[in-house]
């Protein structure tokens, strides 16, 4: 269980939740800078970005207390299966927000041609925070699937 | 083993399938009837439906061919990992053209008001093939989740 990459209180898992601060953040900022948008796909996603933000932080700081402490948190399923639940749930609305505005920002650019009439859209940041949106999830999705085959592991 | 909801040969799974197809085809008749739409995420949503409603009818055939003749697919771990394997992907699929489909739905009718100054969209059809498909992926994603404990169960 000790090699297991991305449970709690490992390098792997501080990576992972490093990666996933700097791309949601990196989303809020591309969001932040963006014009000209009142939709609610992005929104969801704004709120999404910034709530993974808050939780990442906060377990990117856990690892670093475990790894200076040694403190082994991998053996309590209580603590996993929470992790484990919030990780999911941020995971999904991860994907949920990302899909939805990369289904608006085709609509705008491609389908109804917005970006060309109206230039002061900033179209070319709307795709980029969809991906740094979608890059956020897979490192959010890999924690989770981490968090899943530990607790199998702690349960079987 | 054999009382795994959704396993495939069994009652319930043939009832998860029919309501797959009986969704995905829903979906497919109010998104044909819906007027006034050439828009990239619906288009997506149409193809993920077609292939749904085809793999969930094969399956659905399976099942009543597996439970006709009394024979036991549930054993056979390359099988239940194949059908793992795509039922994963339609959940997938169908999540996220839903989603996107809801993100430009909401944007149509709520952000850009464009259900009002253009009546000849269909927004109440849009907004009922988006409800179905969210349908159709909850008994993909029940399909999906059963196949992972059969196979979980067969490989510990």
Redesign the interface.
């Known amino acids: 269980m000790k090699d297991l990459v991305g449970s709690p209180g490992t390098w792997s898992s501080l990576v992972l939740r490093v990666s996933q601060c700097l791309c949601a953040a990196a989303t809020l900022v591309a969001m932040d800078t963006a014009r000209g948008y009142?939709?609610?796909?992005y929104s969801l996603l704004f709120i999404t970005m910034l709530f993974q933000l808050l939780w990442s932080f906060l377990l990117a700081c856990l690892d670093i207390y475990l790894l200076r402490t040694n403190l082994d948190l991998r053996h309590d399923h209580v603590t996993v299966s929470m992790f484990l639940c919030i990780d999911t749930v941020f995971a999904l609305l991860a994907?949920?927000?990302a899909?939805?505005?990369?289904?608006?920002t085709?609509?705008l650019d491609?389908?109804v041609h917005f970006c060309e009439a109206f230039p002061h859209l900033s179209c070319g940041v709307y795709k980029l925070f969809v991906i740094l949106a979608f890059m956020a999830w897979s490192f959010t999705a890999a924690s989770a699937y981490s968090m899943f085959w530990l607790l199998?592991s702690l349960l079987?």
């Open positions: 009142s939709y609610s796909a994907w949920t927000s899909s939805a505005s990369a289904g608006v085709i609509l491609r389908d199998v079987g």
